[in-house]
Antibody, heavy 118, light 107 residues
Framework: EVQLQESGPGLVKPSQSLSLTCSVT????????WGWIRKFPGNKMEWMGY???????SYNPSLKSRISITRDTSKNQFFLQLNSVTTEDTATYYC????????????WGQGTLVTVSS | DIVLTQSPATLSVTPGESVSLSCRAS??????IHWYQQKSNESPRLLIK???QSISGIPSRFSGSGSGTDFTLSINRVESEDFSVYYC?????????FGSGTKLEIK
């Protein structure tokens, strides 16, 4: 069964970069689409972007200048980097799998809370 | 971006009641809507895909309907484990977007 697990710092200072890793077991990231989604305090959810089976990426335009999603197929991991964070980037970050770029998310990580604070 | 408006924001019901949750899209999206349940401190769980398609392992009391701009998630005879937040998500166009959620609470 596919499992996803996020990891990374729980606290990031304003203006710095947020970096998270999603480790995938039970399924190769060279198939399907692998996304990042975040949930803000107050329940709003935002799709941030994805990396495809081929390594192509698509990002939410609201983040396009700050976000990068990459991968390491040898470790079956993909990564999120969000630059120049502010307190408004405080959220629970999830990685998830979708069968297509325009799709739904059947498999999710457990989520990791990232707080942006000095 | 396609905006999804969920209503009501909060729904208070007694276990055993049947409920309908609404999701309205800002433009027509065919049946490209998916529903999730999220309990406190858990990840979202996919309940319904493409408006009405069932998901393996999800109880049959959950069903979905709608097309175009108006969609409904129905729960037949709510059970205690169903009290949580429900989200809709569209996959008609990028960026993918989510509704603001409906909280189902015990009356």
């Amino acid at each position: 069964e596919v499992q996803l697990q996020e990891s990374g710092p729980g606290l990031v200072k304003p203006s710095q970069s947020l970096s998270l890793t999603c480790s995938v077991t039970g399924y190769s990231i060279t198939s399907n689409y692998w996304g990042w989604i975040r949930k803000f305090p107050g329940n709003k959810m935002e799709w941030m972007g994805y990396i495809s089976y081929s390594g192509s990426t698509s990002y939410n335009p609201s983040l396009k200048s700050r976000i990068s999603i990459t991968r390491d197929t040898s470790k079956n991991q993909f990564f999120l980097q969000l630059n120049s964070v502010t307190t408004e980037d405080t959220a629970t970050y999830y990685c998830a799998r979708s069968p297509r770029g325009y799709g739904w998310f059947a498999y999710w990580g457990q989520g990791t809370l990232v707080t942006v604070s000095s | 971006d396609i905006v999804l408006t969920q209503s009501p924001a909060t729904l208070s019901v007694t276990p055993g009641e049947s409920v309908s949750l609404s999701c309205r899209a800002s433009q027509g999206i065919s049946t490209s809507i998916h529903w999730y349940q999220q309990k406190s401190n858990e990840s979202p769980r996919l309940l319904i895909k493409y408006a009405s398609q069932s998901i393996s392992g999800i109880p049959s009391r959950f069903s979905g309907s709608g097309s175009g701009t108006d969609f409904t998630l129905s729960i037949n005879r709510v059970e205690s484990e169903d009290f949580s937040v429900y989200y809709c998500q569209q996959s008609y166009s990028l960026p993918l977007t989510f509704g603001s959620g409906t909280k189902l609470e015990i009356k």
